[in-house]
């Protein structure tokens, strides 16, 4: 039996290092290594609407061909701000191999930690426009009407903004692994 | 591959009711369970080349922390029981006054300029992390009327799969503050709840230094069950 989970309560930021929220910072695992540069950002809302200011955002990814056993070190940190966004500066993923000789649609990993969160929410980001998208075996499990909740818009050049919305209208889809 | 289901009673719901905090956060609608993918199951490799370790809290170059000196070690384990090395485990405190350095805890105890409350370390090839820290105070939170945190140590581990991220909190034996505790009485099942308890340990002890703690935690196991088409 595993270890039960507990909140991360409001003081992680005790192990926040903000510089984890750029991938392809100059002195970290990243740099040099080539691929589209893209800004992922979001913001994370309550029930109510409103901000959550006290989130813990990691990132987990492919590299740019689709994989997650070469160079690229596809993990990143984030604290959400006091408006409730989280912002990340990584390269854009690779479709990645799945079951049944098909290929998932470039995509994002997301988890959310925070006071609140007995244990953490899973979600992920994919990418508007994505022709892959229509097969992907993730998306297809979840409810047309609800997809949306994953997808990320492009906001300016290489920027795309996923909001995540924890409970309520339009609430985003979490994932059970 | 795939993820061993999560055994009933071993995990919090997301919506429970006696901690305030839950109640505008928890997702209405159920979690969608999704079978792993290349994606669950990798995951990142942290190594201590690019994550620097800490393993003392209390002390360090010209400083040295207040309160009382404690050891804690334990192993880190996969659900069938095989040790986990190499895994992740950061961890964070209040000082022994109960003060988080924070610049949110406004907590009327007095901070210690030479405590952070911050640490890192890797598990060996049996699995074994070890530390060194001062033992928390217990703290207020608001939760409820004359609501106090049990002494308690936060910790975040990674293993070797996405799927055993981990974040929990350590306590204390014997701490009267524990059967008072929304956070820990959150887990349903006893036996669950009791292994989030650390034990004392005089193993672990160190004579005219430390008291030791001990402290196991048992990640996600892998169940063979093969996907149709093995990536
Ligand atoms: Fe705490």
């Known amino acids: ?177 | 591959m795939s993820y061993a289901p999560v055994a009933p009673g071993s995990q919090p719901p997301l919506d429970a009711p006696a901690y305030g905090s839950t109640h505008k956060r928890h997702p209405d609608q159920a979690p969608i369970r999704i079978a792993p993918t290349l994606t669950e199951l990798a995951a990142p490799r942290m190594t201590e080349s690019l994550y620097p370790s800490n393993a003392n809290l209390a002390k360090g170059p010209g400083w040295e922390a207040q309160g009382e000196r404690i050891i804690v070690a334990g192993r880190v384990l996969d659900e069938a029981g095989r040790p986990l090395q190499g895994a992740m485990v950061e961890v964070w405190q209040a000082n022994a006054a109960g003060r988080y350095n924070h610049e949110r805890d406004q907590h009327d105890a007095p901070l210690d300029p030479n405590f952070k409350g911050e640490g890192r370390v890797f598990t060996d090839a049996e699995g074994w992390y070890r530390y060194t820290t001062i033992r928390p105070g217990a703290y207020p939170w608001r939760n409820h009327h004359n609501a106090w945190r049990p002494v308690h140590i936060h910790y975040s581990l990674f293993g070797q799969g996405f799927a055993q991220r981990l974040i929990t909190q350590m306590y204390f034996p014997g701490d009267p503050l524990l059967p008072l505790d929304p956070i820990f009485n959150c887990v349903p099942d006893e036996a669950a709840r009791s292994r989030l308890v650390a034990s004392f340990d005089l193993d672990i002890t160190q004579p005219e230094y430390a008291l030791g703690y001990r402290f196991d935690i048992v990640l996600r196991g892998r169940q063979a069950t093969p996907m149709e088409n093995p990536a």
């Open chain 1, 1 to 177: 039996m595993s270890t039960a989970s507990q909140t991360a309560g409001p003081y992680w930021h005790l192990i926040d290092f903000p510089e984890w929220a750029d991938l392809l910072r100059g002195d970290g695992p990243n740099a040099g290594i080539a691929g589209e540069r893209i800004t992922l950002l979001g913001r994370v809302t309550d029930g109510d609407g409103a901000p959550c200011a006290d989130a813990m955002v990691e990132l987990w990814q492919a590299d740019p061909e689709g994989q997650y056993d070469g160079a690229f070190h596809g993990f990143g940190r984030c604290a959400t701000d006091a408006n409730g966004e989280f912002r990340f500066t990584t390269l854009k993923p690779g479709p990645v191999r799945a079951a049944g000789n098909v290929f998932q649609a470039p995509h994002v990993t997301l988890s959310l930690f925070a006071r609140g969160l007995l244990s953490q929410l899973v979600t992920r980001l994919y990418f508007a426009g994505e022709a892959l998208n229509e097969q992907d075996p993730v998306l297809n499990a979840v409810p047309a009407a609800r997809r949306g909740t994953l997808i990320a818009r492009p906001e300016g050049p290489g920027t795309w903004r996923l909001d995540i919305r924890l409970q309520g209208e339009g609430e985003t889809v979490f994932l059970e692994v």
